[in-house]
């Protein structure tokens, strides 16, 4: 069914999708850019070691629960290992499981989203203290 261009300010028609195939190109290319701009991040690097996952593994075993869903009362898994002190802040606590927290991935993407100019924020502390999500 062909319809106009999800695109903002596109008002070409889009017959397979949401936007034209213009556009489409275009938001590939820049999720290609994006992707390989985060992958050379040496700070992200270290969630790829052999280290990383196995400590973090062993870190939610011993943590199950996420940490800020149990202080509102609230019973949800965790399935993140969470740096209360950004990596990019602090690289040699990275393996420190004393700046670690268990979070579920609600409860972490809201953290990251607040912390790392999600939502077209700007960029805040990164993470250099803890705030309890509202």
């Known amino acids: 069914m062909a319809r106009i261009c999800?695109?903002?300010?596109?008002?070409r028609?889009?017959?397979?999708?949401p936007r034209c195939d213009l556009c489409e190109l275009e938001r590939q290319d820049k999720r290609r850019a994006f992707d390989k701009r985060r992958a050379a991040?040496?700070?992200?690097?270290?969630?790829?070691t052999a280290r990383w996952l196995r400590e973090s593994r062993a870190f939610?075993?011993?943590h199950p629960r996420c940490a800020d869903c149990?202080?509102?009362g609230i019973v949800e898994a965790a399935r993140?290992?969470?740096h209360v002190i950004a990596v990019r802040v602090r690289p040699d606590l990275a393996f420190?499981?004393?700046?670690?927290?268990?979070?579920?991935w609600s409860c972490?993407?809201?953290k990251t989203a607040r912390e790392d100019a999600g939502f077209g924020r700007r960029k805040g502390g990164g993470g250099s203290e803890f705030r309890p999500p509202p």
Do not use: M, Q, T
């Not at 999800?6 to 008002?11: L, Q, S």
């Not at 991040?41 to 790829?48: A, L, N, V």
């Not at 420190?96 to 579920?104: F, Q, V």
């Open 70 to 72: 149990a202080a509102a």
């Open 6 to 11: 999800a695109a903002p300010g596109c008002e």
């Open 80 to 82: 993140a290992v969470d």
């Open 13 to 17: 028609v889009a017959f397979a999708g």
């Open 60 to 62: 939610l075993a011993e």
């Open 108 to 110: 972490h993407s809201r």
């Open 96 to 104: 420190d499981a004393s700046n670690w927290r268990p979070l579920c």
């Open 41 to 48: 991040d040496p700070h992200r690097k270290i969630y790829k």
